[in-house]
């Protein structure tokens, strides 16, 4: 199960971002979309599968919505892979320390 904490403006996400556990994190989101700049930190994820490409797109277009820009941290090599695969890297705003 996925866990989503709030720590100032920065979203920490704690466990599998998969096809079981999106719509629990969607459903935990939305409320937490309140800040101008939030930074969705991923380091806490452990298991990703296609499901986590699409969550992260409907976080961005949910954002958006609200006048929120979103900045993905610490992105997990699994899930840079993917998106690489799917060639949607460059869409994906991130930060690398």
């Given at each position: ?84 695969l799917y ?11």
């Amino acid at each position: 199960m996925a866990l989503i904490s709030k720590e100032g403006s920065r979203l920490r996400i704690q466990g599998a971002m998969t096809v079981d556990t999106v719509n629990a994190l969607l459903a935990e989101t939305p409320q937490a979309f309140t800040a101008e700049n939030l930074e969705i930190d991923l380091a806490g994820v452990g298991e990703v599968d296609s499901a986590s490409i699409g969550l992260i797109f409907e976080w961005l277009r949910q954002a958006h919505g609200r006048n929120t820009s979103l900045l993905f941290v610490n992105l997990p090599a699994s899930l840079v892979s993917l998106a690489t695969l799917y060639g949607v890297l460059e869409l994906i705003p991130q930060h690398t320390h």
